[in-house]
């Protein structure tokens, strides 16, 4: 995983539309709101769908195409579970060399033989593999105002995941029903008139897009809040909180 310092500077990045780092083997470049919309976004979010698949996504279809509970995930590994569907569906190895094409400045070859992913020029050895996927994975999620999820506690009992299951799925109810009622679950074409009065432009990358609204938002609620108070409402029953401070909940 990233490290908190990797994710900050990649954040940073991400907000200039800079390419950010993957290890010493490639670039992973972050997309503005125009070449999103120009690229076509059906195709943007099957490309980036597939590189960011997981182990309860994979768990889900197989039990579904096996009709068959499996209890055990350890051994499911993503960019493997890809590579060998690529090996073989002719028409899936181009899409998945497509995706990967997509977000790295550097041409890629899958090679499902061994599991790995060469980005550039072979000799040079630069390989995306299972140990390293997940990394991949994780500025992909970044750039594209993804939740990074956290990995389970080690030597976790049943019982325990059991219950850390279940209250995920209640945090996500929970997240998915907070969003709703923030007008954050908002369509993007919605989104892009709110843009347009707030003055953001289209050439902000995606993260960046999405960071501006918020930031607008928090200064109309800390505009609104302050005429309030001065009216006489009490701070602490509005949920005051200035609106150049971090964003995150803390």
């Known amino acids: 995983?990233?490290?908190?310092?990797?994710?900050?500077?990649?954040?940073q990045q991400a907000f200039a539309c800079v390419s950010s780092q993957f290890k010493s083997i490639c670039t992973v470049r972050p997309f503005t709101v125009r070449e999103y919309l120009e690229m076509n976004p059906i195709t943007y979010s099957n490309y980036l769908g597939l590189l960011l698949i997981n182990k309860k996504e994979i768990k889900q279809m197989i039990e579904e195409k096996l009709k068959t509970k499996i209890e055990d995930d350890s051994e499911i590994k993503p960019l493997s579970f890809l590579l060998e569907n690529a090996e073989a569906n002719n028409s899936f190895f181009i899409e998945l060399t497509n995706a990967f094409n997509t977000f790295i400045n550097e041409e890629?070859?899958?090679?499902?033989?061994?599991?790995?992913?060469?980005?550039?020029?072979?000799k040079d050895k630069k390989l995306i593999?299972?140990?390293?996927?997940?990394?991949?994975?994780?500025?992909?999620m970044i750039q594209n105002r993804k939740e990074i999820p956290k990995p389970p506690p080690e030597n976790e009992s049943a019982g325990q995941r059991k219950m850390r299951l279940l209250a995920e799925k209640r945090e996500a109810v929970k997240k998915k029903q907070q969003q709703k009622e923030g007008g954050k679950g908002m369509e993007l074409s919605?989104?892009?008139?709110?843009?347009?009065v707030y003055g953001i432009s289209l050439d902000n990358s995606i993260y960046g897009f999405y960071q501006l609204i918020e930031r607008y938002r928090a200064k109309e609620k800390w505009d609104r809040d302050t005429q309030f108070i001065i009216a006489g409402a009490k701070p602490e029953e509005l949920n005051t909180k200035y609106w150049g401070e971090s964003l995150n909940e803390k």
């Open 1 to 11: 995983m990233l490290s908190l310092n990797e994710i900050e500077i990649i954040k």
């Open 108 to 122: 890629v070859l899958l090679l499902p033989k061994i599991h790995s992913v060469v980005v550039g020029d072979f």
């Open 129 to 140: 593999t299972d140990e390293n996927f997940f990394d991949f994975q994780e500025i992909l």
């Open 190 to 196: 919605e989104l892009l008139e709110v843009a347009t």
